[in-house]
């Protein structure tokens, strides 16, 4: 059986930090038995304008507790705890303080993982790269950029002098586009990308399309850096064959035309179109039958989304977070894990290649 937890925050007063430790004591540790790999799915340390390193030691417990039930650990980056990935070893294998009480062999660190279960092939990410794929090499340069904003430091409490400081993690077309960027919007870009966890009040399409307008000049496709072509193909087939169910939207029409002859930058940008009319479709004030059949196609073209910026194949069912919202979609095979912020808390399990979601506690 495999379990899946993500955005549990830890370092931000909402976390939700009480429940998680009741999920260990009362789930995991008297299923152990049970349970062959655990995934933490990102976020599960909250970075971002802290101290880091005190943020780590002071749940060190947690890590070592959940290390020493004899289950594999996953630990797969997301955008709050990008900088855990300088722990990693080319051979994924975590390198530790020596606080950490169990061998690093018990935990992995990595962008993305791929298990099997069931007969089944599940792929594991954070789903920061569903969202912002198109400018991906930004927006995970700023998140870790904001893993190192430090308040208490002057040279380290502007999230742009670090990025600056650090002009390695940017290509060269980025960093021209960002020293473009005026105060007034790298001030926006602060303020929509490092908010506060809770409190926001538009619709996630309506934040998707904010973020768009906010980043759009910092978009950014590099071919060689995407794989899996041909399972992109194929998701593209299996939308457009269906896109007469669809609100006529041009750019889909238009991206039912492109070939695997197509360069990457053409579908690349043709899809970016079609991401964002669909976003935009789902915002119309409809019915709500329609609006839940326009939920189904955003799942479907976020789903395309992530193959863009991950290793994703056609055949895989995608379990992510980031959405802080759980949900089992076996339709387009993807699910969200949820989060444990407040009184919200989830998890996704797997087993006999079933997926399943779950609050805690169970009902």
């Not at 417990?61 to 594999?72: E, V």
């Amino acid at each position: 059986m495999i379990i899946s937890v993500s955005d549990l925050h830890l370092g931000d007063p909402s976390s939700n930090k009480a429940g998680f430790l009741s999920f260990i004591e009362e789930f995991l540790k008297p299923k152990c038995d049970e349970i062959t790999d655990l995934v933490l799915l990102g976020d599960i340390l909250d970075l971002w304008r802290r101290d880091s390193v005190s943020v780590i030691f002071d749940n060190l417990d947690i890590l070592n507790d959940i290390c020493s039930l004899g289950f594999t650990v996953h630990y797969i980056i997301g955008n709050h705890d990008f900088i855990m990935k300088e722990f990693s070893q080319r051979d994924n294998s975590i390198n530790l303080p020596e606080e950490f009480a169990q061998s690093p062999n018990n935990m992995t660190v990595s962008d993305n993982l791929l298990l099997n279960n069931g007969g089944e092939s599940f792929r594991f990410i954070h789903g920061h790269q569903m969202n912002y794929w198109y400018t991906l090499p930004f927006y995970e340069a700023f998140s870790r950029a904001m893993c190192e904003v430090n308040g208490e430091v002057e040279e380290l409490a502007n999230v742009w002098t670090i990025l600056q400081k650090n002009p390695g993690d940017l290509s060269s077309v980025t960093s021209e586009k960002i020293m473009k960027l005026s105060d007034d919007q790298k001030s926006q870009i602060d303020r929509k990308l490092a908010g506060p966890l809770i409190g926001h009040v538009t619709t996630r399409e309506e934040s998707i399309i904010e973020d768009y307008n906010l980043l759009r000049n910092l978009t950014e496709f590099i071919g060689n850096q995407y794989k899996r072509r041909n399972s992109i193909l194929k998701e593209i087939l299996t939308l457009t064959l269906e896109s007469k169910k669809l609100i006529n939207i041009e750019s889909l029409e238009e991206l039912a035309k492109i070939t695997s002859e197509s360069s990457f930058e053409v579908l690349t940008g043709i899809f970016l179109n079609v991401w964002i009319d669909i976003v935009r479709k789902v915002n119309i004030e409809i019915n709500e039958a329609e609006r839940e059949e326009q939920l189904i196609w955003m799942k479907q073209i976020q789903r395309i989304a992530s193959m863009f910026s991950t290793d994703l194949q056609h055949n895989e069912f995608l379990i992510h977070g980031h959405g802080h919202n759980s949900y089992v979609d076996h339709e387009n095979r993807m699910a969200d894990t949820g989060c444990w912020i407040e009184d919200k808390a989830s998890f996704i399990s797997i087993n006999e290649g079933i997926v399943e979601s779950f609050r805690w506690p169970k009902r």
